[in-house]
């Protein structure tokens, strides 16, 4: 079993940062591929950003150039620099974790999930 804990989520004006950070613990070594999620009220959760252990990654376009996935394997962390928030980045950010194909996998293939953080961005 493996527990992912999100941390750093708060509120910030738009053309502001965070940086989020994900812990993992348990049985880590099933874990390949983690991400970062979002879910905004009334809407579908998307893929933020992707990162393999070998450090291959993914980003969905509206954040591209704008936040910055990275990961820490000795310390079984990830984490997502955000920088110049956009009021349409609000949204409930979670941590995914899992064996999976790699960062263009889908979210269905993620085992483990963190509860998540709460970012909102005020216009």
């Known amino acids: 079993q493996v527990q992912l804990v999100e941390s750093g989520g708060g509120l910030v004006q738009a053309g502001g940062s965070l940086r989020l950070s994900c812990a993992a613990s348990g049985s880590i070594f099933s874990i390949n591929t983690m991400a970062w999620y979002r879910q905004a009220p009334g809407k579908r959760r998307e893929l933020v950003a992707a990162?393999?252990?070998?450090?291959?990654?993914n980003y969905a376009d509206s954040v591209l150039g704008r936040f910055t996935i990275s990961r820490d394997n000795a310390k079984n962390a990830v984490y997502l620099q955000m920088n110049s928030l956009k009021p349409e980045d609000t949204a409930g950010y979670y941590c995914?974790?899992?064996?999976?194909?790699?960062?263009?996998?889908?979210?269905?293939?993620?085992?483990?999930w963190g509860r998540g953080t709460q970012v909102t961005v005020s216009s």
């Open positions: 995914a974790g899992g064996g999976v194909r790699g960062p263009f996998a889908p979210d269905y293939e993620y085992d483990y």
């Open positions: 990162v393999t252990s070998g450090g291959s990654t």
